[in-house]
Nanobody, 128 residues
Framework: QLQLEESGGGLVQPGGSLTLSCAAS????????MGWFRQAPGKEREAVSC????????VYADSVKGRFTISRDNARNTATLQMNNLEPTGTAVYYC?????????????????????WGKGTQVTVSS
C-alpha cells in the first residue's frame, strides 16, 4: 500500500522556523516528483513547492520564495520542507504529495492535479 506520512508540524511564533518531513512506505520515491501543498481553513489546497526526481530542480510559490527550502533524500525515501521566517498567513495543514507519473519532468509550475498520492497532513500554526 502506497503511503506518505508527514511530521514536524506545530505551533511557532511569527518569524520562527519549522522543518516538515515526509516519509514514504510501500513504494520508493526515487522516480517521482515530490511536492508540498497546504490548505488553510476555508481555502483550496495550494502548491507550496515541488522538487524534481533527482532533486536538481525546485519550484516555489511566490509567497514562500527565499524563505522555504524543499529537499529530498532518495536513499532514505524522504522529502523535507524547511520553513524559515514563518508568517501568520502560513497557518494551514501541510500535505506531502507524490506525482502520479513515473519519471515526469518538472516544469515551471507545481500543479496539484499532477499528484495522486497524499499524506494525511500536519498542522502548522503561526501565531504569537
Amino acid at each position: 500500500q502506497l503511503q506518505l506520512e508527514e511530521s514536524g508540524g506545530g505551533l511557532v511564533q511569527p518569524g520562527g522556523s519549522l522543518t516538515l518531513s515526509c516519509a514514504a512506505s510501500g513504494f520508493t520515491l526515487d522516480f517521482y516528483i515530490m511536492g508540498w501543498f497546504r490548505q488553510a481553513p476555508g481555502k483550496e489546497r495550494e502548491a507550496v513547492s515541488c522538487i524534481s526526481v533527482t532533486g536538481g530542480k525546485t519550484v516555489y510559490a511566490d509567497s514562500v520564495k527565499g524563505r522555504f527550502t524543499i529537499s529530498r533524500d532518495n536513499a532514505r525515501n524522504t522529502a523535507t520542507l524547511q520553513m524559515n521566517n514563518l508568517e501568520p498567513t502560513g497557518t494551514a495543514v501541510y500535505y506531502c504529495g507524490a506525482d502520479s507519473l513515473w519519471n515526469r519532468q518538472l516544469g515551471t509550475r507545481c500543479q496539484k492535479a499532477d499528484f495522486s498520492t497524499w499524506g494525511k497532513g500536519t498542522q502548522v500554526t503561526v501565531s504569537s
